[in-house]
Every structure is written in structure tokens, then in C-alpha cells.
């Protein structure tokens, strides 16, 4: 199994944090140098052990990277990849974790250009309803199905290399076509948390909502937990795959 030197983290959240926790613990990264919007969200991230170094710019977190790993909102992935594009090297794999996929598989086509072929895309099904690089597991990965969604032009040696990578973490790999997979997330995923999230609004909007709510029994809490979601995240979810949903 491929080792890597140097993986580059953008985004240092609950499930950057727990996949770079994971391939540390499992010996398969030797450095890693983590980037976020927020320097406090980075600085916790080193406190934490997730990652070695705090880069004050994706630019700077990717030089020199052999594995870049983009844990961002999927409406983020155009915008990043055209900022590090030119430090992708002919061997470097990269990967993302969004919860779409035909979207960002246009977003890296559209900018990699011919560094296409090292982006695997990638979608670990898990997760929590609480957020921040302060809830990361390194076992939050262990037992979870993966989806990669490689394309055509998609270099066999990233995509063993990826394939390899999640199982090292002790993920279930499996394969299908972007589009396939935007279909079956928005029935088993997507559409379930939109659901929950419209019907705890709409019980807050009432006038006697809380007094409702106190008293929701276990099956209730079942139902709606998801609605505890990151509100942001999953609107550009909903949009990215807003056909599919519909």
C-alpha cells in the first residue's frame, strides 16, 4: 500500500479532521499540512493531532503535496481547485468528500483540465449531526461504505491508490458512475433530511412549537435528529443535486 509524504487538508472540519486522525493512526501520511477559512478552526485542528502544520493559504497547504484532500462544501470545490490547479502534479491524487457528485465532478473537469485523470471523487457515507473539527473520530470512517465515482479519463493508479487509502482507514469501497450516485443519495440521504429539517421548522413556527416539542418521545427524536444538520452544508447539497431530490 502506497504511503503518502506530504497530504495537503483543505478544510480542517469533522470530516477532514477525522480522515486525516484516521490515516495518521493507520501510518499511511507522514506530514500533514491542514488549511481552513477559519485560522481557528486550523490552529484546533494542530492542537488536536490532526494534522502537522497550519498553512495560511490552499496554495501553500498543496505545495508539494502527493495527496490532496478537499473536505469542503461542495459549492467550495470549483473555486479551490482553481486556486491550487497548478500545483498538481502528473502523480498527485486528489480527492474530496462531498455529498454530490455530478457537480463536482464538472467542477474538477472544468478546471483541472489535464490534471483531470488525479482526481478521484469520492463520498464517505457518514458522518454526526454536530459539526466543527472538534467532533472528529479517528474511527468515524471504520465500517463505512465509500463511493468513488471515477470517470473515463480517471488515471488507474489514483484510482488503486484511492481505493487503497480508504480501506487502510477500514472503509467498504465501492464504485459507481456520478450519476448513479446522485440518484440513490437523494432517496437514502438527501431527501430524508430535507424532510426532517422542513417538519422541525415547521413545528418551531407554531406559536405553541416548544411546548410541542416537549413532548416527542424517542421515535420522534429518531425522525428528526438529522434535522440537527449544518444548515449551510446541506443547502448547497439540496441545490447541487436539486433535480434529483425533486
Given at each position: 500500500m502506497k504511503k503518502f509524504e506530504h497530504m495537503a487538508l483543505i478544510g480542517c472540519g469533522l470530516m477532514g479532521g477525522s480522515f486525516a486522525l484516521a490515516a495518521k493512526k493507520a501510518g499511511l501520511v507522514k506530514r500533514i499540512v491542514g488549511y481552513s477559512k477559519s485560522p481557528s478552526t486550523t490552529s484546533r485542528a494542530r492542537?488536536?493531532?490532526?494534522?502537522?502544520?497550519?498553512?495560511?493559504?490552499?496554495?501553500?497547504?498543496?505545495?508539494?503535496?502527493?495527496?490532496?484532500?478537499?473536505?469542503?462544501?461542495?459549492?467550495?470545490?470549483?473555486?479551490?481547485?482553481?486556486?491550487?490547479?497548478?500545483?498538481?502534479?502528473?502523480?498527485t491524487l486528489v480527492m474530496d468528500v462531498?455529498?454530490?457528485?455530478?457537480?463536482?465532478?464538472?467542477?474538477?473537469?472544468?478546471?483541472?483540465?489535464?490534471?483531470?485523470?488525479?482526481?478521484?471523487?469520492?463520498?464517505?457515507?457518514?458522518?454526526?449531526?454536530?459539526?466543527?473539527?472538534?467532533?472528529?473520530?479517528?474511527?468515524?470512517?471504520?465500517?463505512?461504505?465509500?463511493?468513488?465515482?471515477?470517470?473515463?479519463?480517471?488515471?488507474?493508479?489514483?484510482?488503486?491508490?484511492?481505493?487503497?487509502?480508504?480501506?487502510?482507514?477500514?472503509?467498504?469501497?465501492?464504485?459507481?458512475?456520478?450519476?448513479?450516485?446522485?440518484?440513490?443519495?437523494a432517496a437514502s440521504s438527501h431527501a430524508p433530511h430535507l424532510i426532517a429539517m422542513a417538519f422541525m421548522n415547521a413545528i418551531l413556527a407554531q406559536e405553541d412549537g416548544h411546548r410541542i416539542l416537549s413532548l416527542a418521545g424517542p421515535g420522534f427524536r429518531d425522525f428528526t435528529r438529522i434535522a440537527a444538520g449544518e444548515p449551510n452544508m446541506w443547502r448547497d447539497i439540496f441545490m447541487a443535486n436539486r433535480n434529483e431530490v425533486l
Open positions: 492542537q488536536m493531532g490532526a494534522i502537522d502544520e497550519e498553512a495560511s493559504s490552499a496554495l501553500i497547504a498543496v505545495s508539494g503535496a502527493d495527496l490532496v484532500v478537499l473536505a469542503i462544501p461542495v459549492a467550495s470545490t470549483e473555486p479551490t481547485l482553481r486556486t491550487i490547479k497548478h500545483l498538481i502534479q502528473p502523480d462531498g455529498s454530490t457528485k455530478v457537480d463536482v465532478v464538472n467542477a474538477a473537469r472544468s478546471t483541472l483540465k489535464d490534471r483531470f485523470g488525479c482526481f478521484v471523487p469520492a463520498h464517505p457515507i457518514t458522518g454526526k449531526e454536530v459539526s466543527g473539527v472538534e467532533h472528529a473520530d479517528a474511527t468515524l470512517y471504520k465500517d463505512a461504505q465509500v463511493v468513488l465515482t471515477p470517470t473515463e479519463l480517471t488515471k488507474v493508479a489514483q484510482l488503486r491508490n484511492a481505493e487503497a487509502l480508504w480501506r487502510g482507514i477500514g472503509a467498504h469501497v465501492t464504485s459507481m458512475s456520478p450519476e448513479m450516485h446522485d440518484t440513490a443519495l
